[in-house]
């Protein structure tokens, strides 16, 4: 089964096809500055009734003296895959025979280990004559750098997350989260809040998911007091937050103490989102005898 993990290491070039033209450099990789990056069909499926689709294929246009561009194949691979080479050739001279552009291969990858299998090159042919040779770029843990300065990483978002994502198995990953968590609050716009439910879903279902979940719920107004809709609607998601946790409480307490919850009972707890009334109820789930002593009139 595929991951959101894996699926977020590609698809941000999709939602940023321009990306990749700004971590090459900093990964030490050297390419001609694109004038343009369009979105491809990823299929590259023959007649036969075998399909093989590429993760994200780009089409870059680039300003050179011999002009024309290039096919950027990206494929996000969590795990060295000896079946792999064969399927990254084959994408490489189908790309090639279909769009008749020179197909360049990136691998994206979030642990070091398959990042330096992946960096191997691909030889195809007899021993004594090498009819094909792959030589794919690699960007991983070990080269894309680590941002973990906010005012960095508010410059480039899209950057950051996905170093955030290629550090995603690295120790430092909570340091790099709480400078994006920091970014979202600079940038503070409707393409930041984007970006951070971009970063959970590539999180996968992990514990730094969960570590970014908090730093997003801790997430405060720039302009405290000012009643600015940010702040309301912070306020209201930390208070709804908070009254349904409580809710919860007070079920699993009569739950455990084998007290009988009628539907109706059930749904008015769950529904309630006053925090005074939560905590007089919670209170009096620890002695009451029955779920409508929750209710009574004081």
């Known amino acids: 089964m595929v991951s959101s993990a894996h ?144 005012d960095e990483a508010a410059e480039d978002l899209p950057l950051a997350v996905f170093s955030a994502l290629a550090h995603a198995k690295d120790p430092a990953l909570p340091a790099i989260l709480d400078a994006l968590a920091t970014a979202v609050d600079i940038v503070g716009d409707d393409v930041a809040v984007d970006w951070a439910e971009f970063t959970e879903v590539g999180l996968d279902n992990t514990q730094a998911r969960a570590h970014w979940r908090k730093l997003m719920a801790m997430r405060t107004s720039r302009f405290p007091g000012s009643g600015t809709i940010i702040e309301e609607t912070l306020i209201k998601g930390q208070t709804e937050g908070r009254a349904e946790g409580r809710a919860e409480d007070i079920l699993r307490i009569l739950d455990v103490r084998g007290i009988d919850v009628p539907e109706a009972a059930r749904e008015r707890i769950a529904n309630c989102t006053d925090l005074d009334t939560l905590g007089t109820w919670f209170d009096r789930a620890i002695t009451a005898s029955d779920a409508q002593e929750l209710f009574r009139e004081a």
């Not at 084959?90 to 299998?117: E, G, I, M, N």
């Open 7 to 150: 699926e977020a290491m590609h698809q941000i070039f999709r939602e940023d096809p321009g990306l990749f033209a700004r971590v090459l450099p900093k990964a030490g990789i050297t390419f001609p500055e694109p004038t343009a990056t369009r979105l491809v069909d990823t299929d590259l499926t023959e007649i036969k009734p075998l399909v093989r689709r590429v993760d994200t294929l780009l089409e870059v246009e680039v300003d050179t003296a011999d002009g024309g561009g290039y096919l950027l194949l990206v494929e996000s691979q969590g795990a060295p895959d000896p079946d792999k080479f064969s399927s990254w050739t084959y994408y490489l001279a189908h790309a090639y025979a279909k769009h008749r552009l020179p197909p360049v291969l990136l691998v994206v990858c979030q642990d070091k280990d398959t990042a330096s299998w992946a960096a191997n090159p691909i030889r195809i042919g007899l021993p004594v004559h090498t009819t094909m040779m792959v030589f794919p770029m690699v960007l991983g843990p070990d080269n894309v750098p680590a941002i973990l300065d906010p």
